[in-house]
């Protein structure tokens, strides 16, 4: 089980083993290199812990807990949790400042108590075999390394991933593997187990940050300087992803500021013009004048595919996925720290999908029942398909979650219906999820934050981030996901985060006197892989040789009258080009861990 994700952890090894429980671990040596070993122990032996992850207040927290008579044996992060948890039990995440997965096994007890970070950034799995036995580990090749574990597709999970592209919530593509939600913990004692939510973020808890923009934006820099800082500590080299964008450039700028050298940056670029970022992240590295490095990916990297796949261990159906692993590989040969800007969209509406989700409500206040009948009904939908989102969208914007769906996802119900051969398996679990979340808060702009929290972050961004970085031994850190700076965020108002079409509006604000005013007003681009150009570089090629007629038919889940479409469709619309994507990922995920088995 360690095995098969040393790339987690090349450094070291470690195990723990009684009559009850066994415990193994990876090392990544960040901090404490000389003594901080996994499994690590309280005082008297009772209590074991393995830990993935890094907690930022640590020093504060030992000092507190060295002053209630903790004795300590290392000077790791590591160390602090046992004994946190000896003095607060469950309650000792609310303690910890970072990002985390860790299992500790309490022999005196015989109880197992697993937790992950509020936001999930980083992964953990978990399944329950019919002998009595509970298996968890960081990624499922570990638990599949488990004989009596069966690879069987959860087909409730099959088709929420052909609606939001990824898995959502605590499912994943295998029959009874489930993840630990972001901001949950597990006790697992006598046979079973339960699981409870400790954190979440809330957009209404406290009152809204009052001052003028200048005052809030000043506000938070800070707050965001002061989560960069923390998560300088190291003891190993560190640098900063740096695309050339609004997150990113913030981040590098900020650190050039708080550093004494040089920062070590990294972009990637595309070979096609149209695409290719390369001149802005140039730009903001000449204009910091940090140490710069940046590799260009071309059409012919398609053939990293079935290795991304593998360390992905989920099917996700995320064309980065492809150059963001190539960049953690050319990252690892400088540094084996590296900061990144995920979770910025999430909190400060950086997607454009936000102003039209957002029109919707205006569409919804003002209920001309004539427009959501001919839209709902349009024929133009059946001629284009983004003509056919929108007018689906507007057709249905009387149900804010259903309007939703109609615009995010990746096949709507009624184009599933003509995908699958067996329509049975379409469920409403996906439309259930939305519902669930799209009215939680007063402000509707806060909703749709929201739900990206909950869904597309950590089942599609930090998914990504985790596994193409720790697939090349690197150590990814979000500041913009710090809870606390997050939960400042949450309470500046929407309006100052989506100021009528301008997204990110205080976010920009807050950079101007750190990043050049040429990036501070610079529209976001997003990370786009260029995969109409892919597709005459040989993508075509390769896909057509995955998705045969042959194993569609074998596989026995798509019309593959639907699939041959898809490829004479994939170069007019992007909607097509991410259905098109999703059906060949979810292929050669089938050939990774299930064909190949």
């Known amino acids: 089980m360690t095995d098969v994700m040393a790339h987690r952890g090349p450094d070291d090894r470690g195990f723990y083993q009684d009559n009850n429980a066994g415990l193994g671990h990876r090392r990544l040596s960040i901090i404490d290199l000389n003594t901080g070993r996994q499994p690590i122990y309280n005082e008297t032996g009772s209590l074991a812990i393995v830990y993935n992850g890094e907690t930022y207040n640590f020093q504060s927290l030992r000092n507190d807990l060295v002053s209630k ?9 590591t160390e602090i949790i046992v004994h946190l948890y000896e003095e607060y039990g469950e309650r000792c995440v609310d303690y910890l400042r970072g990002m985390f997965a860790f299992a500790i096994w309490d022999n005196e007890k015989r109880e197992l108590f697993l937790a992950r970070d509020r936001f999930g950034i980083k992964p953990l799995y978990y399944t329950e075999l019919s002998t009595g036995e509970f298996i968890f580990a960081s990624e499922i090749k570990s638990i599949l390394e488990i004989p009596c574990v069966k690879r069987e597709i959860d087909e409730t999970a099959f088709d929420q991933y052909f609606t939001f592209r990824y898995v959502p919530e ?158 953690s590989e050319l990252t690892r040969r400088y540094v084996t720290v590296v900061l990144s800007g995920e979770g910025a969209d999430e909190l400060f509406a950086g997607y454009d999908k936000y102003k039209i989700l957002d029109f919707g409500r205006f569409i919804r206040r003002l209920n001309p029942s004539f427009l959501f009948n001919s839209m709902s009904n349009s024929s133009l939908g059946r001629k284009n398909i983004t003509i056919g989102r929108i007018s689906d969208y507007l057709g249905a914007v009387k149900d804010p979650a259903h309007a939703y769906l109609q615009l995010v996802s990746v096949f709507t119900k009624r184009e599933r219906q003509k995908l699958y051969r067996r329509p049975d398996i379409i469920n409403d679990t996906s439309y259930e999820i939305i ?44 500041p913009f996901l710090d809870h606390l700076f997050a939960e400042e965020s949450a309470r500046i108002p929407a309006s100052m985060k ?23 007003k610079r529209r976001k681009h997003g ?3 260029p995969l109409q150009h892919w597709m005459d570089g040989g993508l075509d090629r390769f896909a057509r040789e995955a998705l045969s007629k042959k194993t569609i038919e074998r596989r026995g889940y798509f019309n593959y009258d639907t699939i041959e479409s898809l490829f004479q469709k994939s170069l007019k619309n992007i909607f097509y080009r991410r259905q098109f994507w999703s059906v060949l990922t979810f292929e050669l995920w089938c050939q990774t861990f299930l064909d190949k088995h």
């Open 170 to 327: 605590d499912r994943t593509m295998f029959k009874a593997i489930y993840k630990l939600e972001p901001g949950h913990f597990l006790v697992y004692k006598n046979g079973k187990a339960k699981i409870e939510q400790y954190w979440d973020i809330d957009f209404d808890r406290d009152a809204p940050l009052s001052g003028n923009v200048s005052d809030i934006a000043h506000r938070l820099k800070e707050s965001l300087r002061e989560s960069i800082k923390i998560r300088l500590m190291s003891d190993v080299p560190l640098g900063a992803y740096l695309s050339g964008g609004l997150d990113s450039s913030f981040i590098v700028g900020l650190m050039s500021d708080i550093c004494p050298d040089p920062v070590e940056t990294f972009s990637i670029g595309f070979d096609d013009i149209k695409w290719n970022e390369s001149r802005y992240s140039d730009f903001v590295a000449s204009h910091y004048h940090t140490n710069h490095h940046r590799l260009i990916a071309g059409a012919h990297h398609i053939d990293l595919m079935h290795k991304v796949i593998r360390h992905l261990d989920e099917p996700l159906a995320d064309a980065a996925t492809i150059p963001t692993y190539m960049m």
């Open 527 to 529: 990370f786009t892989v």
């Open 435 to 478: 519902k669930k979340y799209i009215n939680r808060f007063e402000n509707n702009l806060h909703n749709l934050l929201y739900i990206d929290l909950k869904t597309w972050l950590p089942n599609d961004v930090l998914l990504k981030n985790d596994k193409m970085t720790m697939a090349n031994s690197i150590e990814a850190r979000v």
């Open 498 to 520: 989506m100021k009528g079409m301008r997204e990110k509006y205080i976010l920009r604000k807050a950079m101007e006197s750190v990043v050049p005013m040429e990036i501070v």
């Open 69 to 77: 008579g903790h004795v300590f044996e290392t000077k790791t992060d």
